[in-house]
Structure formats: structure tokens, C-alpha cells
């Protein structure tokens, strides 16, 4: 049995609080919270009684907590994008290593000072490529190195940002403006060049893109539309975009109907139906989508040319009702269809019949970003309780940065009108 790994979490927004601080839960003889640190004291103090934690061992900003000795084997770093590098190097100096959720920073030079003093240090850094560790990817990995399709030509992949979740995160919320957080390509999509590099076994080496801003901007406002959702707005009956559907009576999301998980868990701590309505009269996520001081893409595509000659294609958008992820592989000897949204990976060989494999009978736990996020934190505890290098599913930072790259590529090509930019231009 691996050794038990003390954990200081820094950040306890939905990934910090929600998604990694239960898998202490989950694997108590892996992982024990021992110090966690958050602006908001409320938050802070939900955790510390969950979790049995001392007031001596509560903070109130990652900054607070990195000027203490070293508290724990670990820190996770939770915090918003553009501070994960200026909190992630102290905390690498101090002795830890780190689990980073993604993406590692917008700005290139902080991804290499991070990557730089890491290696220096020889300290880990796993950045949280959360969809690695699903029982999908994972069982996809295996059919394509199987070599059922002969060698990859082409992918085609699509990444369908639900239209509710477009507005929650990317219009009214934390990462709707470039300028305080990260482009949308590189904080929505790293996921998917990692996925797209990992899954092939390909290096990128030019990208071109081109996206806006397309629908959620004032001149699309409908008329009679205001400020405020509950600001008397008269096209709130056909707005599917309007806060109190999305949050109070929508089947999926509504605390109405019982769903006070994420989003509404951002909205209002604890939520209910009398916190959310009042959050949401004059807050953040209360806002017209047509009328907030959002600047990211609402769809984007990027085209994709490897080392080795062959391509793909990453779409991403907004105005989708599964929000799921589908890729089709196009190989020598056949191709696979994989539908995240359906669990199933179609694999047909040239002249063969088509393989349905149906993944949702491969695992019993699909929560968490399709199974992945406890998988992933379970995978890094055990890397660092047996003291090995990453390998398997676990990426290092050296590897995510190559997402990195793709996503920051992609962002400066369509800045200027879909350019073609060398990657090598950014690694070096």
C-alpha cells in the first residue's frame, strides 16, 4: 500500500473544494488535507470542518500559506490562471511538488520560469489534463496504439461548449475576459491538444486559427433586453441564455429542481432557491449576456499541421446542447468515430465491420469529467507516495507544455487574421 500524502490545497473554487478535495474521502489512506488557504473565509470554513482542519492550519490566500515552512508532501494549486506560476514557484522552492490545474499560465514566459525552475528543483509538477485518466480516453489510447487503423492521416475533433455553460463560465464568469484570465483556446481547449498529441503520438508543428466574438456582444442584445436578467427585461420568456432558467428552474441546473451542485454551487455557497434569486438580481451571473465585459472567442477553429506531414482540426463552440467532446481519427487501414456524449468508440477497418465498443461498461464511476478528475489526483498521489517520475496516463510539465503551445499558437494566429505560426517560434 503506497504511503499516505499530506495535501495543502490552495484555491477552494469549484476544482479545490468540489472536485480534488474529496478524493481525500475517497482514498483516506492516499491523501490527508492538512492546510488550505482561500480569499473567501466562508469557503475556508466549510473545509476546515469537512475536513477536521485546524484554525492554525487556515489561511486566507495561497500567499499567506507559502510564507509557513513546508505544511504538506503536495500542494494542489487551484487558484485562478494568472496566478497558478506566481504561486506555483514559491511553493516549488518551499519543497513542494504540485498538482496545477490547468493551464499552466497565458503568459509563455511564466509557463517556462515555471517549467525552468521546476527542473532545477527537480520537483513535479502534473498539470490537471484531467480527460488523460478516463476509462474513455484511456480504452481510445489503447485502440489506437492497437494499430487498427494503421497510422493516423488526419483528425477531425470537435469540442461542443454547452450553450448554458458558455454563458455561466465564458460570458458572466471567471475566464469571459483575456485580459484578467486566458484566451478561451488556451483555458477551454489545452484539454484537447493534449488529448490530440497524446492520443496520436504526434508533434505539432504549425498551427493556423480563426474565431471571434461572434453572438454575445450588445449589438445582439433583443429588444427590451436589460442590464439584469430581473431587471424587468422584456425578452426573458424566449432568452435561453436567461440566469433564472439556468439557475433556478432548469431541469439540469436549477436548485428549483433540486441541482445545487455546480453551477449554481458558484452562484451562492449552499445554494437554495432564495440565495440564488438574490445572487443573481445584481451579481456577475445575474447579467445579460448580451451587455457583460466579456472579450473570449464563442467559437474558434484551428488547423493543425505535424512534424510527420499529416494534420487536424480542432472546432470549438459554443452553441451546442450536449457539451460533449467527438473525435474522428482517419488512419491507413480504417477509422474510429469516438463520441464522448454516447460512451462509444467506433472503430471500422477498410472492408471490415464496424466494432462498437461501449465504454460505459468498462467502469462503474463516470463522475467528474467523464471519471477522470479522482482517477487523475489518485494516479499523482501514488507517483509521489512511491517517489516515481511521471509515466503512464501522468504527464509532466515539460509535455503539457506542448498543449500550451498549440493553444497560444492558435490565439496569436487569429489575432492576425489566421497566420500560419511555427511553433519552434514559441518552444524557443
Not at 5 to 34: C, E, H, N, Q, W
Not at 228 to 237: E, L, S, T, V, W
Not at 283 to 288: A, K, L, S
Request: hydrophobic share 35%.
Amino acid at each position: 500500500m503506497s504511503k499516505q500524502v499530506t495535501v495543502a490545497i490552495a484555491g477552494l473554487g469549484s476544482r479545490g473544494k468540489d472536485t480534488y478535495a474529496p478524493t481525500a474521502k475517497m482514498f483516506p489512506d492516499k491523501m490527508k488535507i492538512v492546510a488550505i488557504a482561500d480569499i473567501i473565509p466562508e469557503k475556508v470554513a466549510d473545509v476546515a470542518k469537512e475536513y477536521n482542519i485546524p484554525e492554525s492550519a487556515c489561511y486566507t490566500s495561497a500567499e499567506e500559506m507559502l510564507k509557513e515552512d513546508k505544511l504538506a508532501d503536495v500542494m494542489f494549486i487551484c487558484t485562478q490562471d494568472r496566478q497558478h506560476v506566481k504561486q506555483g514557484i514559491p511553493a516549488l522552492r518551499k519543497g513542494y511538488d504540485l498538482l496545477m490545474e490547468k493551464p499552466i499560465s497565458p503568459d509563455l514566459d511564466d509557463c517556462r520560469e515555471c517549467v525552468k525552475v521546476a527542473n532545477e528543483l527537480g520537483r513535479k509538477i502534473v498539470v490537471c489534463h484531467v480527460l488523460r485518466y478516463t476509462p474513455y480516453y484511456t480504452k481510445l489510447k489503447e485502440v489506437i496504439d492497437s494499430g487498427a487503423i494503421g497510422e493516423i492521416v488526419d483528425i477531425m475533433a470537435l469540442e461542443n461548449v454547452l450553450y448554458w455553460h458558455q454563458a455561466h463560465s465564458f460570458v458572466r464568469g471567471n475566464w469571459r475576459n483575456s485580459n484578467t484570465t486566458s484566451p478561451m483556446i488556451l483555458q477551454k481547449c489545452c484539454h484537447d491538444f493534449d488529448l490530440l498529441l497524446w492520443l496520436s503520438g504526434k508533434t505539432c508543428d504549425s498551427v493556423s486559427s480563426f474565431g471571434s466574438t461572434y453572438y454575445f456582444k450588445k449589438e445582439n442584445a433583443p429588444e427590451g433586453a436589460t442590464p439584469y436578467c430581473m431587471g424587468g427585461c422584456r425578452a426573458k420568456k424566449d432568452c435561453p441564455y436567461d440566469a433564472e432558467k439556468i439557475y433556478i428552474t432548469n431541469d439540469r441546473t436549477g436548485v428549483a429542481k433540486g441541482k445545487t451542485g455546480w453551477p449554481a454551487d458558484v452562484v451562492a455557497q449552499h445554494p437554495t432557491v432564495e440565495n440564488v434569486t438574490e445572487a443573481i438580481k445584481t451579481g456577475p451571473y445575474g447579467r445579460c449576456v448580451y451587455m457583460c465585459d466579456n472579450n473570449v472567442v464563442d467559437h474558434q477553429v484551428v488547423n493543425m499541421n505535424m512534424t510527420d506531414g499529416t494534420t487536424m482540426t480542432l472546432t470549438m463552440c459554443a452553441f451546442d446542447t450536449t457539451g460533449s467532446r467527438y473525435q474522428k481519427f482517419m488512419g491507413t487501414k480504417g477509422e474510429i468515430i469516438a463520441d464522448l456524449s454516447k460512451n462509444t468508440i467506433n472503430v471500422t477497418t477498410f472492408g471490415g465491420k464496424t466494432e462498437v465498443i461501449d465504454v460505459s461498461k468498462l467502469a462503474a464511476d463516470f463522475s467528474g469529467h467523464a471519471g477522470g478528475d479522482s482517477r487523475m489526483v489518485e494516479e499523482f498521489l501514488d507517483m509521489v507516495a512511491e517517489g516515481k517520475e511521471p509515466q503512464g496516463n501522468i504527464t509532466s510539465i515539460d509535455r503539457s507544455m506542448e498543449s500550451h503551445y498549440c493553444a497560444l499558437a492558435a490565439e496569436k494566429s487569429r489575432l492576425n487574421d489566421g497566420e500560419v505560426v511555427k511553433l519552434d517560434t514559441l518552444r524557443k
